[in-house]
């Protein structure tokens, strides 16, 4: 028997008006996404950027649905849409914010399970780790370098 650790690790900062400035501009961009989501349902909306090494900036946010399995979060939204339209170009950070219709978003806001697994695909693809910047509505901004310290143990396509 052996115990196997697991370490990872990521940077806080206190606000979006402490990070760098291409940072800065990438989570005002997911500020913009998060006023377009479409989430009558839950009141919760969440918007998210992508910066890829071409410069373009690919926006989503999360779409619900009346038949609520059918909705889609933002992240996902946004991956699939920088993987359809730039489907060879590496993405360098995603950034990503939410805010709730009754109360302040105060923390940073993680990706769920399912987004976390279907970012590591395109990780993998890529061959490059991306940045993670994750935010509620206000307050701080934590930053992670890759997708793989989001989800340890993960499925990926050695196992097929
Ligand atoms: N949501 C996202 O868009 N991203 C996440 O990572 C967590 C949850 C959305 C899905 C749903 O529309 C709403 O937030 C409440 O769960």
Redesign the pocket.
């Known amino acids: 028997m052996r115990k196997i650790e697991i370490k990872t690790s990521a940077t806080c900062y206190d606000s979006i008006d402490a990070l760098e400035k291409e940072d800065a501009f990438l989570m005002n961009k997911a500020i913009e996404a998060r006023a377009k989501?479409y989430?009558p349902?839950?009141n919760?909306?969440?918007g998210?950027a992508l910066l890829l090494e071409n410069g373009a900036v690919v926006l989503g946010?999360?779409?619900?649905n009346a038949a609520y399995p059918s909705?889609?979060?933002?992240?996902r939204v946004a991956i699939w849409k920088a993987a359809s339209e730039y489907p060879t170009m590496k993405v360098l950070k995603l950034a990503?914010t939410?805010s709730a219709a009754n109360a302040t978003v105060a923390k940073p806001?993680?990706?769920?399970g399912a987004?976390r697994q279907s970012l590591l695909e395109y990780e993998i693809k890529q061959a490059t780790p991306f940045k993670m910047l994750l935010m509620g509505e206000v307050g701080e901004v934590i930053i992670t370098d890759s997708l793989v310290s989001l989800l340890p143990f993960s499925f990926d396509n050695t196992y097929l």
């Open positions: 989501a989430a349902y839950s919760f909306s969440v998210a946010n999360n779409q619900e909705g889609m979060c933002a992240e990503i939410a806001v993680g990706p769920c987004c």
